[in-house]
């Protein structure tokens, strides 16, 4: 099993559209948790800090669900902006380095 | 403000020959530094990372070699690239403030392509 996994997509939706996103780490011991976005060949950038209360930031919402392992990311309110890929990202553990998921695809759509 | 520096931004190469990518860091001091490196349709697979001056710690054995040679200079270096060396490079810069307050700082990467 991986340690993070991610469902590739593309998930294609409407503008104004909610999206979520998934993603299962295997690591139970798994301490730091990311969401990154990627634009076609540029580097990734810092979205969101995930925490274990949830966190909201504007129309993207973030949760982290201990018991079974994964995390997920809401996107409200569509925008053709929000087209990108989405990497999660985990820490292991204190000493762990980041391990970055293979990325969700979403193509927001007129 | 932090910034990171990476260059240069597409890179063709035959096969064999030698490679040099560099990143550099301003605004920050004794960083952490790492390089990615992302296959087509592919994660980002960590190379190296390094915790100071000198100091490097490899993640996957291959023909691929880094250097800190100042506190906030990262090299990427090979004698001669195989075909398989062909992605998307990225460096990186984090400064660890507790295990769950490190992020990663992504330079704007390097498109390596192997012919």
């Known amino acids: 099993r991986k340690e993070v996994e991610q469902d590739p997509g593309p998930f294609n939706v409407p503008e104004g559209a909610t999206v979520a996103f998934n993603c299962t780490y295997s690591?139970?011991?798994?301490?730091?948790f990311f969401w990154y976005r990627q634009d076609c060949r540029k580097e990734p950038k810092l979205l969101m800090s995930?925490?274990?209360s949830g966190n909201e930031d504007g129309r993207f919402t973030a949760q982290l669900n201990r018991a079974s392992q994964y995390i997920s990311l809401l996107i409200r309110d569509s925008k053709l902006s929000d087209s990108a890929t989405y990497l999660c990202?985990?820490?292991?553990?204190?000493?762990?380095?980041?391990?970055f998921g293979t990325g969700t695809r979403l193509q927001v759509t007129l | 403000s932090q910034t990171i520096h990476q260059w240069p931004a597409t890179l063709v190469q035959p096969v064999g020959s030698p490679l040099s990518l560099e990143c550099t860091v301003e605004?920050?001091?004794?960083?952490?530094l790492y390089w990615y490196r992302q296959a087509a349709g592919r994660g980002l697979q960590l190379l190296f990372y390094?915790?100071?001056?000198?100091?490097i710690s490899s993640e996957v054995p291959q023909n691929l070699s880094a250097s800190r040679p100042q506190d906030r200079q990262f090299i990427l270096s090979s004698k001669k690239l195989l075909l398989s060396d062909s992605g998307f490079y990225l460096c990186?810069?984090?400064?660890?403030?507790?295990?769950?307050?490190?992020?990663?700082?992504f330079g704007s990467g390097t498109q390596l392509s192997v012919l």
């Open positions: 995930v925490y274990s």
């Open positions: 990186a810069w984090s400064v660890f403030g507790g295990a769950t307050n490190e992020k990663l700082f």
């Open positions: 390094s915790v100071g001056i000198g100091q």
């Open positions: 690591n139970s011991a798994s301490q730091s």
């Open positions: 605004g920050t001091s004794n960083p952490n």
């Open positions: 990202v985990v820490r292991a553990g204190t000493a762990s380095k980041l391990t």
